[in-house]
């Protein structure tokens, strides 16, 4: 929880007819989904990021990578690879995109604050995943011409988990969901399960969810807003309820409730909240928990931790969305560090807000970006 948090720190600061797929819940705070690539796919596991706009593998001939788990991707060794031109309207509208003139072969850029990097060649490739829509019967489904980075300089610094790489789901037209919206329409989903129960799997899927969107019931929708460069999805936060008191989002100069915007990221473990939200929470919490707080120097990062924490002892959270409330339960709340610590799972945020994947566990969220709406519905993901 330390790593994440750290994590979550670092990139607080930056910033189908129907397919679905299991995605694993790693014990740093990221998700992973396993993913083939080429002619002769072998499988790869890689970090779920709906705050990443590009599409990234590591692969041979490597200047820089670090270790992974599973065999570097070999271009050469897959008939279905194709470099992208220079002159390519994917190589001139990529942000950060530049060109290797001796071959005419486009080079991508990808850098985070964390600084953690991958720079390689853009690329086209086919990506097969297990469809497990039957768990009974399942099957694999391939998607070609799939743009990509094959990265031959990378480093991830902060994730000991080492994934292949990373399957970016965010608004851009290079993620994946912006790519296969043909096939499988402009929408996806996913129902995370906790940390804390790391032999079940999660599920995402592409297209619309029939079996869950179908009941309605305690199912809320709101609204979802993009922000150049157009990579975070954003919702409108004007509110957190917790026990009978509210604390509301407002301009710190000049004190307008109205609201303001809140990036929903399934790649950041911890929720970040302005500074004077997070203030008044932790001093509401501190009241209606009967119990004494550890002193802050007992963790590194996490700022209220109680010892032997129950469910029971945790005041009702609800967060006010535009035209939705979300009732968040005690584990959305409050996480196990270990040897019965308890803490927030919430942190001040230095620049962006951010709702977390912590607080989004145990949800079923769906995203209709024709629509530009989320839609959140209680589930216990792990039954899925």
Same mark, same amino acid.
């Given at each position: 929880m330390y790593n994440a948090l750290q994590h979550s720190i670092n990139r607080a600061s930056f910033l189908w007819s129907k397919l679905s797929t299991s995605i694993i819940p790693d014990i740093h705070g990221v998700y992973l989904t396993k993913i083939s690539i080429g002619t002769k796919p072998s499988?790869?596991?890689?970090?779920?990021?709906?705050?990443?706009?590009?599409?990234?593998?590591?692969?041979?001939?490597?200047?820089?990578?670090?270790?992974q788990q599973t065999p570097i991707f070999n271009p050469q060794n897959s008939s279905t690879y194709r470099p992208i031109s220079c002159d390519s309207t994917?190589?001139?509208?990529?942000?950060?995109?530049?060109?290797?003139?001796?071959?005419?072969?486009?080079?991508?850029?990808?850098?985070?604050n964390d600084e953690s990097y991958s720079y390689g060649d853009l690329a086209s490739e086919t990506f097969t995943f297990d469809d497990a829509t039957n768990i009974s019967r399942p099957i694999r489904l391939s998607m070609s011409n799939i743009t990509f980075g094959c990265g031959w300089m990378n480093d991830i610094t902060t994730l000991d988990v080492e994934p292949a790489g990373i399957i970016g789901l965010g608004a851009s037209p290079y993620s994946l969901v912006s790519q296969i919206k043909s096939k499988f329409g402009h929408k996806f989903s996913y129902c995370l399960v906790p940390f804390f129960q790391l032999n079940v799997s999660s599920r995402l899927n592409f297209g619309e969810n029939e079996a869950l969107i179908s009941s309605t019931k305690h199912m809320?929708?709101?609204?979802?807003?993009?922000? #150049?460069?157009?990579?975070?999805?954003?919702?409108?936060? !004007?509110?957190?309820?917790?026990? /009978?008191?509210?604390?509301?989002?407002? *301009?710190?100069?000049?004190?307008?409730?109205?609201?303001?915007?809140?990036?929903?990221?399934?790649?950041?473990?911890?929720?970040?909240?302005?500074?004077?939200?997070?203030?008044?929470?932790?001093?509401?919490?501190?009241?209606?928990i009967k119990l004494k707080p550890l002193r802050s120097n007992t963790t590194r990062f996490?700022?209220?931790?109680?010892?032997?924490?129950?469910?029971?002892?945790?005041? #009702?959270?609800?967060?006010?969305?535009?035209?939705?409330? !979300?009732?968040?339960?005690?584990? /959305?709340?409050?996480?196990?560090?270990? *040897?019965?610590?308890?803490?927030?799972?919430?942190?001040?945020?230095?620049?962006?807000p951010i709702f977390g994947n912590i607080a989004q566990t145990n949800f079923f969220v769906a995203y209709d970006l024709d629509n530009k709406t989320v839609s959140f519905k209680p589930q216990i993901c792990a039954k899925l």
């Open positions: 499988a790869k596991l890689v970090a779920v990021d709906t705050g990443s706009d590009l599409i990234w593998i590591q692969c041979e001939p490597c200047v820089h990578c670090y270790e994917e190589c001139m509208s990529l942000p950060g995109g530049s060109c290797y003139t001796r071959k005419n072969t486009c080079l991508y850029s990808a850098r985070y809320v929708t709101t609204p979802l807003f993009l922000k #150049p460069p157009k990579v975070y999805y954003f919702l409108k936060l !004007l509110g957190i309820t917790i026990g /009978n008191t509210t604390i509301r989002f407002h *301009n710190t100069s000049k004190k307008v409730h109205k609201g303001g915007k809140i990036a929903i990221d399934s790649g950041t473990t911890f929720t970040f909240l302005p500074t004077h939200m997070y203030s008044e929470m932790e001093t509401i919490m501190k009241r209606e996490l700022q209220l931790c109680y010892q032997g924490l129950r469910v029971s002892d945790i005041p #009702p959270v609800i967060f006010e969305f535009q035209n939705a409330k !979300l009732e968040l339960e005690a584990l /959305n709340n409050f996480v196990n560090i270990g *040897n019965d610590v308890i803490c927030l799972a919430f942190a001040p945020a230095k620049h962006l």
